[in-house]
């Protein structure tokens, strides 16, 4: 294969990547040996995020192609880049690469990067690290709905309550006086 088809092919791969992936962390990866680089990809390809290193040209056509470029994007294209595609779960990328550097301590930095489409700037990545999962937001969304029901709920059987015990004491009193007169 020639090198422009090869060119090509890859702006095509990284425009279909841009356009179905639901974040892309843009990282430099400089400092990192081989070894290094195939465990991050291994730890990262478990939770379905793919890590690739781009070239940077190729990647401003591909962000061009795939409705994503700006000049945002271009400034965060200098030097060695790797991109973090997360097909999955929203904030995988950004979690795991963060998780990663915890753990290893390795100079990974976080440039910037597209989430659902909008380019954002690394601390905004960084803070989608620190979102929690779609279950558990749904969970806190369901609960959040439920409270204000089991409120009106509970308001409505009050007054239910509060007869039952006027009724039940009022039992108790007749039981006693008939039990004295008798």
Do not use: C, W
């Not at 379905?48 to 700006?70: C, F, I, M, P």
């Not at 006027?166 to 039990?179: D, P, V």
Request: aromatic residues 4%; positive net charge; hydrophobic residues 45%.
């Amino acid at each position: 294969m020639a090198p422009k088809a090869r060119k090509t092919e890859q702006v095509q791969e990284l425009t279909e990547k841009l356009r179905t992936a639901k974040a892309a962390v843009i990282t430099h990866y400089r400092g990192l040996t081989v070894a290094q680089l195939h465990d991050l990809r291994n730890r990262l390809r478990a939770q379905n995020v793919e890590y690739r290193v781009v070239k940077n040209t190729l990647a401003r056509r591909a962000a061009q192609d795939s409705g994503h470029g700006s000049a945002e994007i271009d400034r965060m294209l200098i030097g060695p880049v790797a991109i973090a595609f997360g097909f999955g779960e929203l904030s995988a990328p950004a979690k795991l690469l963060a998780e990663y550097t915890r753990q290893t301590r390795l100079p990974l930095e976080v440039i910037g990067g597209l989430v659902e489409g909008r380019v954002m700037a690394a601390d905004q990545v960084r803070q989608t690290a620190d979102l929690p999962s779609r279950e558990v937001l749904l969970a806190q969304l369901l609960g959040t709905l439920q409270s204000p029901i089991a409120q009106l709920v509970g308001t409505m059987q009050a007054p239910v309550q509060m007869l039952l015990g006027l009724l039940e004491a009022y039992r108790t009193k007749l039981n006693s006086e008939a039990a004295t007169a008798a």
